[in-house]
C-alpha cells in the first residue's frame, strides 16, 4: 500500500466529501489563504468555490451556532477550528444547539457536523494550544467522540464522521499530522463507534487511544523481548465506548493497564475502569493499573513538552509491575 | 437610514391589524395562565412588542426560516404555528409542537418555519446566520430571519454571527426589537442602536424605524427581506418598542394584565386601529367583532392545551440517544 501522511491523508477525504456530496461545506480557519492549518485544505477553496469551502474571521463560539443553524437546514458543514482550545469557549453552543435543541422537535432533526480538533502537544504549541480535554467532550449525550491513532485511521474515520448524521468531534493528535504510514487511496470510511485489537497478546491486557496507541505499541515489542505477551486494544471511539472489545480481552489475559495522556479524574480511563470493574471484575487477577497524564500545565519548551504523559519505559515498567503483583 | 415610505392597501392592513390582535389576546391568557398556575417555569411575554413579529412575518414564505427570542409567542404565531399547539407546549403538554419537552422559551416547530426560540441571548442570531448558510450553500431563495433583543444585540456572539453574515453575504435578515431592557435591567445606551452601530461597524445596511407602527416595520422588513432574498447578502433592522411586561411573570408584577401598557406608552395595536378608522373606512363594531372571533380562538386553543395530558417517559424521544453511551 502506498504511505501517506495524516495530514495528507487528512486532504484526501475532505476531497472526497467536498466532491461526493454538495451539501457538504468545509469552514475553518485559513482554509483559503494558506489552506488550513497545517495545509489540510490546500487547493480546496479554488477547487470547490467560496461557497463549499468557506474562510471564517476570527470568531469562536458563533461559528458552531452557525453550523448547527445550517446542518438544521440542509447542510453538512465540517468545521475545521484547531485547536481543541478554540472549543472550549463554544461549549454552550455545543451541548445546547447541537446536541439538545434537535431532540426537542417532534421531528427530531439529524445535526450532521464533523468538528476537527487537534489535540495534545507537539512543535512546542504552548500551554495553551496543547490540552487534550477529551473528557469534557465525551461527557455530553449525543456527541460522539472519536480519536484516530494513525494517518489509515485518521483517514477511515474523518470520512465516517462526514458521513454520519450525528455530531462527531474528531479529535486529531498534533503528534501524529506529520507521521507516515500506509493508506488506502480510494474513500474507505471506518466503523465509528467500535474498538479494536491493534495487536494480539495474552499476557495482559493494554488500553490506549490517539497518540498513546503508537507509544503502546512500542511498549508492546520491548514486553515482547521480556517475555511478557501483552494485548493492545486501540479504543478509537471515546463516546460511545466500546467497554465490550475490552472486557472480551480481560477476560482472556486476566490483567489491565490503561494509558491515557489526559488528566486522570473523570477521564475516559476513569469510566473505562469503572465499566471493567461493574461488568468484569471477577476476571481480574490483579487490581486494574493506570498510567494518566500529570496535572502539571504542558510545557512550551521541547524538552519539556512530553513529560507530563506516560512513555514507553514508563508503560513497560507499569507492565512488569502488574506481573509481578506488587 | 429610513425605509421607502410604502402605501399599504387596507386588506394588507387589516391581515396586520388582525395578527397583532391575535398575539396581543394570545400574550394575554398566557400571562393569566401564568398566574393562575398553568405554566410551569419561568415566563415571558412579549406584549407591546406585537407589531415587530408581525410586520416582519408578513413578507415571509412559509419555508423561509424565523429564529425567535425567548419571548417567541409572537414570532411563532405570526410565522403561523398552530395556536393549540403554541398554548400546549407552553403548558408543558403531550400536545406541544415540542411534546411539552422544550417550554415557553425554546421551543420550535420547524414545519412552519418556525426554527426555534430562545435558548441564550444571541443564538437566534447564530442559528439564523447558519440557516442562511445553507441556504446560500444550497443555491435556494430561502431567507432566515433572526429577531434579537437589547441583551442579545450586546453580546460577543451577536458580534460574531454579524461578522460572518457581513463576510459571506448571507441572505439572513436580522430584527432587533429595541424593547430597552436586557433582562431586569435597563438596557445600557438603549437610545444609540448597538445593533445599528454592529451593521455600521460590518458595513451591513440596516434600519432604524419605530417599532410600534406596524407600517414602519412592514415597509423595513419588506426591503430587508428583498435585500436577501436576491442574493445582496445581510440586512439590520433595529425596531424601537417596549416591554410591557417584566422580564419574566415570575417576577410578581403589580400590574394586571388588563391594564395594558405604561401610562405614556403607544399602544401599537390602538395606533393601527386609529388609522384603520380614520382613513380605511373601518368601523368600531368591525373591529369589536374581529376581537370577539379572535378572543374565542385564543380561548378554544387555551382550553384545549390545559386538557391535553401530560407528556409520559414512553413518549420520550429525548432520550433515545441514550443508549448510545454503554
Not at chain 1, 443553524?69 to 472549543?87: F, H, K, V
Not at chain 1, 422537535?105 to 512543535?123: A, H, T
Not at chain 1, 500506509?182 to 474507505?188: A, G, N, Q, T, W
Not at chain 1, 489491565?256 to 476476571?283: K, N, P
Amino acid at each position: 500500500m502506498r504511505e501517506c501522511t495524516y495530514i495528507e491523508a487528512t486532504r484526501e477525504t475532505l476531497i472526497d466529501a467536498l466532491a461526493g456530496d454538495p451539501r457538504t461545506v468545509l469552514i475553518g480557519a485559513d482554509v483559503c489563504g494558506m489552506g488550513g492549518r497545517y495545509q489540510s485544505a490546500v487547493g480546496l477553496r479554488e477547487r470547490f468555490g467560496p461557497l463549499r469551502v468557506r474562510d471564517v474571521p476570527m470568531v469562536g463560539r458563533a461559528i458552531v451556532g452557525v453550523a448547527a443553524g445550517a446542518a438544521a437546514n440542509g447542510a453538512r458543514p465540517i468545521l475545521d477550528l484547531t485547536p481543541i482550545e478554540t472549543w472550549l469557549g463554544a461549549l454552550p453552543e455545543i451541548a445546547h444547539l447541537l446536541l439538545i435543541a434537535p431532540k426537542l422537535c417532534g421531528e427530531r432533526r439529524s445535526m450532521p457536523i464533523v468538528l476537527r480538533g487537534l489535540v495534545g502537544p507537539g512543535y512546542s504549541s504552548g500551554p495553551f494550544q496543547s490540552g487534550h480535554y477529551h473528557p469534557l467532550f465525551a461527557h455530553l449525550p449525543g456527541l460522539r467522540v472519536v480519536a484516530p491513532s494513525s494517518p489509515t485511521e485518521g483517514k477511515g474515520m474523518l470520512a465516517a464522521a462526514i458521513a454520519c448524521d450525528d455530531p462527531v468531534l474528531v479529535l486529531e493528535p498534533r503528534r501524529l499530522l506529520g507521521e507516515t504510514g500506509p493508506v488506502p487511496e480510494s474513500p474507505f470510511p471506518a466503523t465509528l463507534d467500535r474498538a479494536a485489537v491493534a495487536r494480539v497478546g495474552e499476557a495482559l491486557t493494554m488500553v490506549a487511544y490517539g497518540t498513546m496507541v503508537g507509544v503502546a505499541r512500542r511498549a508492546v515489542e520491548t514486553l515482547d523481548g521480556l517475555s511478557i505477551r501483552a494485548e493492545l486494544i486501540d479504543l478509537r471511539s471515546l463516546a460511545p465506548l466500546d467497554p465490550e472489545t475490552v472486557i472480551a480481552s480481560v477476560a482472556k489475559t486476566g490483567r489491565v493497564l490503561l494509558v491515557d495522556d489526559t488528566f486522570g479524574r473523570c477521564s475516559i480511563m476513569s469510566e473505562l475502569a469503572a465499566q471493567i470493574a461493574v461488568h468484569a471484575i471477577d476476571y481480574l487477577d490483579a487490581p486494574i493499573a493506570r498510567l494518566d497524564a500529570s496535572d502539571r500545565p504542558i510545557a512550551f519548551s521541547p524538552a519539556l513538552e512530553w513529560a507530563g504523559m506516560p512513555a514507553e519505559r514508563d508503560i513497560v515498567s507499569a507492565a512488569e509491575q502488574l506481573m509481578r503483583g506488587d | 437610514m429610513k425605509p421607502a415610505k410604502l402605501v399599504l392597501l387596507t386588506d394588507t392592513l387589516r391581515s396586520l391589524y388582525e395578527q397583532m390582535l391575535r398575539i396581543r389576546r394570545a400574550e394575554e391568557r398566557l400571562v393569566k395562565s401564568f398566574h393562575e398556575g398553568l405554566i410551569p417555569g419561568p415566563f415571558h411575554s412579549s406584549l407591546g412588542q406585537e407589531a415587530v413579529a408581525v410586520g416582519v412575518c408578513h413578507h415571509l414564505r412559509a419555508d423561509d426560516a424565523v429564529f425567535g427570542t425567548h419571548r417567541g409567542q409572537g414570532h411563532a404565531i405570526a410565522k403561523g404555528v398552530d395556536m393549540t399547539a403554541l398554548f400546549a407546549e407552553i403548558y408543558g403538554r403531550e400536545d406541544g409542537c415540542c411534546g411539552g419537552r422544550a417550554g415557553p422559551s425554546f421551543f420550535a416547530s420547524p414545519r412552519q418555519g418556525f426554527v426555534g426560540a430562545g435558548i441564550a441571548p444571541g443564538t437566534s442570531v447564530q442559528l439564523a446566520v447558519g440557516a442562511a448558510t445553507a441556504f446560500q450553500t444550497l443555491g435556494s431563495d430561502q431567507v432566515a430571519v433572526a429577531f434579537l433583543g437589547d441583551g442579545a444585540a450586546r453580546s460577543g456572539t451577536f458580534f460574531e454571527s454579524a461578522h460572518l453574515a457581513a463576510d459571506w453575504k448571507l441572505p439572513v435578515v436580522l430584527i432587533c426589537e429595541r424593547n430597552q431592557f436586557a433582562g431586569r435591567r435597563a438596557a445600557q445606551g438603549a437610545g444609540s442602536g448597538p445593533a445599528g452601530a454592529a451593521a455600521r461597524y460590518f458595513e451591513i445596511p440596516g434600519f432604524e424605524v419605530d417599532g410600534n407602527d406596524v407600517t414602519m416595520v412592514y415597509a423595513a422588513a419588506f426591503e430587508g427581506v428583498r435585500h436577501a432574498r436576491e442574493g445582496k447578502g445581510p440586512m439590520i433592522v433595529e425596531c424601537a418598542t417596549l416591554r410591557w411586561r417584566p422580564f419574566s411573570e415570575s417576577d410578581m408584577p403589580s400590574r394586571p394584565v388588563e391594564a395594558g401598557g405604561p401610562a405614556d406608552t403607544i399602544d401599537p395595536l390602538v395606533m393601527l386601529a386609529d388609522r384603520l378608522v380614520d382613513h380605511h373606512g373601518a368601523v368600531s363594531a368591525e373591529l369589536a367583532e374581529w376581537d370577539k372571533r379572535i378572543r374565542k380562538e385564543v380561548d378554544d386553543s387555551h382550553r384545549a392545551a390545559a386538557s391535553s395530558p401530560w407528556p409520559s417517559a414512553a413518549t420520550d424521544e429525548a432520550d433515545s440517544g441514550d443508549d448510545r453511551h454503554a
